[in-house]
């Protein structure tokens, strides 16, 4: 992020019991922290070292503002109002970008669109009702989505999740990706919510436990609940399902039919209803 909102009220209530080091240790942190759009360092000296924090009470204040307004994770210290604030950016980037495609398209239908026919019968000096151009702004007449309409792919700001939740969703898991990935932005647009991106984290994390995992594996896994998924909704076996004995189920089959769940909102052995949280990602 090149610029970040700074509220003045909020930051003195929040700081007003710190000392001045400490305010002004925290500012840093929070720059840095806009600046990567990751989560600071977890070794406390080496986050010291980018900080410039090199007297003992610099080191201190660095320690005490840590565990006071951020959240450590084995891949680093969060904080949730900047969380927030990033999310909001990169969904404004994306708003304005698919405002932008769709004005572009609109124009250039028009320009291949045969002129109307001049109106008649018109009262002198009046003008013709000029219709706004979609967008991907929120509309409050609009109608509500609901559960079982299958999300619009062709607009990104279609869904209520955005790439930069699917982004820090991922990041907070250890899996590296950017909020920007296109990828990310054709995930959202499909409607895939943060609690299956996350699962399919979990399960590429159990798979490779000493390997950074990268997106691009995430998404095999994410693909394969889909065809599973699909398979089921079309009453289906589980593709490569083998027998087990009655009562028995192997981590293996449990995983299967745990992802099946979630993307089926249902159990096996319930009636196989067309799901509506069946998300297509092919």
Same mark, same amino acid.
């Given at each position: 992020?090149? +610029? @970040?909102?700074? *509220?003045?009220?909020?930051?003195?209530?929040?700081?007003? *019991?710190?000392?001045?080091?400490?305010?002004?240790? +925290?500012?840093?942190?929070?720059?840095l @922290?806009y600046?990567?759009?990751?989560?600071l360092?977890?070794?406390?000296?080496? !986050?010291?070292?980018? !900080?410039?924090?090199?007297?003992?009470?610099?080191?201190?204040?660095?320690?005490?503002?840590?565990?006071?307004?951020?959240?450590? &994770?084995?891949?680093?210290?969060?904080?949730?109002?900047?969380?927030?604030?990033?999310?909001?950016? *990169?969904?404004?980037?994306?708003?304005?970008? =698919?405002?932008?495609?769709?004005?572009? /398209?609109?124009r250039? =239908?028009?320009? &291949?669109?045969?002129? /109307?026919?001049?109106?008649?019968?018109?009262? #002198?000096?009046?003008?013709?009702?000029?219709?706004?151009?979609?967008?991907?702004s929120?509309?409050?007449?609009?109608?509500?989505?609901?559960?079982?309409?299958?999300?619009?792919?062709?607009?990104?700001? /279609?869904?209520?999740t955005?790439?930069?939740?699917?982004? %820090?969703?991922?990041?907070?898991?250890?899996?590296?990706?950017? #909020?920007?990935?296109?990828?990310?932005?054709?995930?959202?647009?499909?409607?895939?919510?943060v609690?299956?991106?996350?699962?399919?984290?979990?399960?590429?994390?159990? =798979?490779?436990?000493?390997?950074?995992?990268?997106?691009? +594996?995430?998404?095999? %896994?994410?693909?394969?609940?889909?065809?599973?998924?699909?398979?089921?909704? /079309?009453?289906?076996?589980?593709?490569?399902?083998?027998?087990?004995?009655?009562? @028995?189920?192997?981590?293996?089959?449990r995983?299967?039919?745990e992802?099946?769940?979630?993307? &089926?909102?249902?159990?096996?052995?319930?009636?196989?209803? #067309?799901? #509506?949280?069946? %998300?297509?990602?092919?």
């Open positions: 992020m090149n +610029y @970040y909102p700074h *509220h003045i009220g909020d930051f003195n209530n929040s700081t007003r *019991h710190l000392t001045r080091v400490e305010r002004s240790i +925290y500012r840093d942190m929070i720059e @922290y600046d990567t759009e990751q989560p360092l977890r070794d406390v000296k080496a !986050l010291c070292r980018r !900080l410039l924090a090199r007297t003992e009470e610099e080191v201190t204040a660095v320690q005490q503002v840590l565990n006071e307004f951020f959240t450590e &994770t084995e891949q680093g210290w969060f904080h949730d109002r900047c969380d927030a604030e990033i999310r909001k950016y *990169h969904k404004n980037i994306e708003d304005k970008s =698919a405002a932008g495609k769709a004005s572009a /398209a609109a250039a =239908a028009g320009k &291949t669109a045969p002129k /109307a026919a001049p109106a008649k019968d018109l009262p #002198p000096n009046s003008t013709p009702v000029e219709q706004p151009l979609p967008s991907c929120t509309n409050q007449n609009q109608e509500p989505r609901t559960k079982n309409q299958e999300p619009d792919k062709s607009a990104i700001c /279609a869904g209520a955005s790439a930069a939740d699917l982004s %820090i969703a991922m990041r907070k898991k250890g899996v590296q990706t950017q #909020p920007a990935d296109p990828r990310l932005i054709e995930l959202a647009a499909q409607g895939v919510s609690e299956v991106v996350e699962a399919a984290c979990d399960v590429a994390i159990k =798979a490779k436990p000493n390997e950074t995992i990268g997106i691009g +594996y995430v998404l095999k %896994i994410l693909e394969r609940w889909a065809r599973e998924a699909a398979e089921l909704k /079309a009453g289906g076996a589980m593709p490569n399902a083998r027998a087990s004995p009655v009562g @028995y189920e192997s981590a293996k089959d995983s299967r039919r992802a099946a769940e979630k993307l &089926t909102g249902r159990r096996p052995n319930e009636q196989r209803n #067309p799901s #509506p949280h069946i %998300i297509d990602i092919n």
